[in-house]
Each structure stands twice: as structure tokens, then as C-alpha cells.
């Protein structure tokens, strides 16, 4: 398998269970999509809490001492947020979604017509945050450019497959749109553990995941509509994680 078959396997299944979804949501009252949205939403709060276990990691406790790991993960969000924050990415991400939208109902005429602007925008986002976010995308792309083999990707990519069917089931064609972005953050990601080599140590990605997970409760809070929270302007604290895991080794 070549580098980056991870993530074609990813995009084919997120846009066939995109077309699945969108065939069959037609046909499902908009009480039944609700329904399987909220079910996504509580498994996708599972898996952000078991992802943000990886706090516990004893590696990572032992690399910066028992207490460091929360604050490590603390310190990343709040840098993440701000950083997030003031270049503005969730409103960009949204105007991207627009941006397609408008591009979709020029191209494809009638069909996309009848996906409105606001359906067609949280659609893109929430899947483009559901399927980037997640700490398998992370060490998934990441661990393929390792030459670790796609295995995570794989998994990741049958998850995704059905999630897709769920979401556009409620949200329509703009989550098979957010193969655009999913494809813009995991092939950097696969070029990246290229690059790196055996470079990043366990503790640092285990940051790493641990900070994944916490944005994923917030992703699953939108999903559950309990709170919008603007989750992609806390991406950037996927970067600081390490960087300041590496710091607190660096200062002990």
C-alpha cells in the first residue's frame, strides 16, 4: 500500500455513505434523522472520552510528572482558543461551506437547489470536524507516513463511511463536500510522519490525543444541540499539545 491509500479508502467511503445517506434521508421523517443524529452525538461523547483518557497515559506522566499532563492539556486549549479565535478558522470553515455551496447550486442545478444555505454549511462543518478532529485522523495519517501501515485509517474510514449515512440522512450533500477538507488535513498529516520519521515521542502524542478527545466532547455537544460551540477555533490546540509537553520536558 502507497502513502495516502488510507485516505482515498477515507474519502470514497465518507462520499458513498454521503450518496446512501442522502437516497435514504429522503425518505425518513425529519423526527427519525434527529433521532440518529442525537445517537451519533452520545457514541461520538464516547469516543472523546476514551480518547481523553490518554491524559492518564503513565508515558506521558512520566515524561512531565503527574500533574503536567492536565495542565499541559489546559494550557493547549486555551492557546489553542486564542489563537483559533483570532484567525478567525470557524468562520472561515463556514464561509468555505458557503463558498462550495454556491459553487454546488451553479454547477448541479435543480437537485442542489434544493439544499438551503444554512443545512448545506452545518452539514460541512460538523462533518468536516467529526471526521478531521478525531485522534484517529491524527494518528492515523500520521502513522501511515510512518510506514506503520493504514490499519487505523482503514477503521477510521468504516467508521466514517457510516457516519456519513447518518448525517446526510439530516444535513445532505454538504457532508460529502467535507471530503475537501477531510483530504486537507490528513495528507499534510500523512506527508508530515514522512518526514518525521520515528521523531515524535509516545508522550507527545499522547497529548496530543488526550487534547483531540476534550474537542471532540465539544463537537458531540453540537451534535447533541446542547451547545454550539465554535470547536474549529479550538483546533489549533492540537499544536500546542505537544509543543508544550516538549516544553515541560525541556524546563524539568
Do not use: Y
Not at 6 to 22: A, F, K, P, Q, R
Not at 94 to 101: A, D, N, V
Not at 199 to 217: K, Y
Amino acid at each position: 500500500m502507497f502513502p495516502g491509500f488510507g485516505t482515498l479508502v477515507n474519502i470514497v467511503t465518507v462520499l458513498l455513505g454521503s450518496t446512501i445517506g442522502v437516497l435514504v434521508g429522503h425518505r425518513l421523517p425529519e423526527r427519525t434523522r434527529q433521532v440518529v443524529t442525537d445517537g451519533i452525538g452520545i457514541v461520538t461523547l464516547l469516543i472523546a472520552a476514551t480518547s481523553a483518557l490518554a491524559v492518564t497515559d503513565d508515558g506521558l506522566e512520566e515524561a512531565i510528572g503527574s500533574s503536567a499532563p492536565m495542565l499541559v492539556v489546559l494550557g493547549a486549549v486555551l492557546l489553542g482558543g486564542i489563537t483559533g479565535s483570532l484567525l478567525r478558522i470557524e468562520d472561515r470553515l463556514e464561509g468555505f461551506g458557503g463558498s462550495i455551496q454556491r459553487f454546488a447550486v451553479r454547477r448541479l442545478g435543480a437537485g442542489a437547489q434544493q439544499e438551503s444555505r444554512e443545512r448545506f454549511i452545518q452539514g460541512f462543518v460538523t462533518s468536516s470536524l467529526v471526521f478531521c478532529v478525531g485522534p484517529l485522523t491524527i494518528l492515523g495519517a500520521i502513522s501511515e507516513g510512518l510506514g506503520e501501515g493504514s490499519d487505523q485509517l482503514l477503521l477510521k474510514s468504516a467508521l466514517d463511511g457510516f457516519t456519513a449515512i447518518a448525517f446526510a440522512a439530516s444535513f445532505g450533500w454538504g457532508v460529502g463536500a467535507s471530503v475537501l477538507a477531510l483530504a486537507a488535513v490528513q495528507g499534510p498529516l500523512t506527508a508530515l510522519g514522512a518526514a518525521l520519521g520515528s521523531f515524535v515521542p509516545d508522550p507527545h502524542l499522547s497529548a496530543l490525543t488526550a487534547t483531540g478527545g476534550l474537542l471532540l466532547v465539544g463537537v458531540a455537544l453540537r451534535l447533541l444541540d446542547l451547545k454550539q460551540l465554535k470547536v474549529a477555533d479550538l483546533l489549533p490546540a492540537l499544536v500546542f499539545a505537544p509543543l508544550l509537553v516538549q516544553l515541560v520536558v525541556v524546563l524539568r
